[in-house]
């Protein structure tokens, strides 16, 4: 099962994604903070239990004005 996170630090994602991992998940970058509503209540993503690919093929396939 895939854990997706967003933020603007790339160093800290890489910090947390490291930790996804340890925990025994697959990390998965989502993006930016402005991006971050890809994973918010009402997109594909959200409380889904899926795998890494899945999980990234969701994010992208979430659409704002479907989301608002």
Known sequence: ???S???DDDAAK???LALIED???DGVDAGSLDESWRQEP???VYGA???ADATRRAIA???RELHA
């Open 42 to 44: 009402g997109t594909p």
């Open 61 to 63: 396939e979430a659409r």
């Open 49 to 51: 239990a899926l795998g």
């Open 23 to 25: 925990l025994g998940f």
């Open 1 to 3: 099962m895939a854990v």
């Open 5 to 7: 996170i967003a933020g």
């Open 14 to 16: 890489a910090v947390v």
